[in-house]
Structure formats: structure tokens, C-alpha cells
């Protein structure tokens, strides 16, 4: 039952934070400023954005229930949560709304190190449930990889 709360509990903040980074880039995706810009052939369309988010934010959220119900660190977890929450929503006005490509790719690249470092180093007493990261990590990957390719090409 705690679990379950605790999933709850982090699928409200999560999307909170999706939320909160989508007001953060002011429309972003939409704006001059980014159709014009010259973007890596395996950019998804712009529905795929939404769905893989809700799918991350969804194994995330169950992925932390279990970690904040398994491992003793609480404080450490709600600190390495805190920097995840932060690097995600900030990347969206870095990026989109104040256009700063390169500390965009600083950010992403430090978030994806954040994900590589729950499953590496803090998925110990959680056993597969650290494979809920796993769409996280990969769609970082790829984020990564279209930001060094508008850094590159604009």
C-alpha cells in the first residue's frame, strides 16, 4: 500500500515538472525560431514527444515508489531525485526559451548521467524494477543525440 501511495505521490510531481517544463519553453516547439531550425533526420513527429513522456514519467514514478520503499538512503534519494527533477524541467527553458543550445546539451548530458547513475549505482535493492529506467534512459539518449545535432548544424 505504501508503494502504491508513494507511485502516486511521484506520477503527481513528475507530471508536475512535465508541466511546469512545458510552460518553462514558452511554446518552444512551435516557435520561428525552432522550425527553422536545421534538425537531425531522426527527429521524431511531434506526437511521439508526448507519448514517450507519459510513458517514462509512468515507469519512473513506479521505479521510485520502489526505491524510496526499499532503500534505507531516503535523504540521498529525495537529493538525486531533486537534481533529476531540476536538469529535466530547466533543459526545456535552456533549450526553447532562451535558445542556449550548448548549455542544453550540457544539461540534457548531466541528466542522462543522473538516469545511468540510478540504474548503475542505486539500483541494488530494487532487482528488475530498475528496468522501468531503461525507456528513460534511451529517450535521453536520443534527446542528447538531436541537440548535439542542432549544436552541430545551426
Not at 508513494?6 to 508536475?16: C, K, P, S, Y
Not at 535558445?99 to 541494488?124: A, C, E, P, Q, R
Amino acid at each position: 500500500m505504501k508503494q502504491f501511495k508513494l507511485t502516486l505521490f511521484f506520477l503527481f510531481v513528475n507530471f508536475g515538472g512535465l508541466a511546469i517544463g512545458n510552460w518553462l519553453m514558452n511554446n518552444g516547439p512551435r516557435t520561428e525560431w525552432y522550425i527553422n531550425l536545421s534538425k537531425a533526420p531522426w527527429t521524431p513527429p511531434g506526437w511521439v514527444f508526448g507519448v514517450a513522456w507519459t510513458v517514462i514519467m509512468i515507469c519512473f514514478s513506479i521505479y521510485l515508489a520502489k526505491q524510496f520503499v526499499t532503500n534505507k538512503k531516503i535523504q540521498f534519494l529525495g537529493f538525486v531525485f531533486f537534481i533529476e527533477f531540476v536538469l529535466n524541467v530547466s533543459w526545456n527553458y535552456l533549450f526553447f526559451n532562451q535558445h542556449l543550445v550548448f548549455l542544453g546539451l550540457i544539461n540534457i548530458t548531466f541528466l542522462t548521467s543522473t538516469l545511468f547513475y540510478y540504474f548503475y549505482k542505486l539500483s541494488d535493492k530494487v532487482g528488475n524494477y530498475k528496468f522501468l529506467l531503461l525507456p528513460y534512459i534511451i529517450w535521453l539518449c536520443i534527446a542528447t543525440s538531436l541537440n548535439l545535432y542542432i549544436l552541430i548544424h545551426n
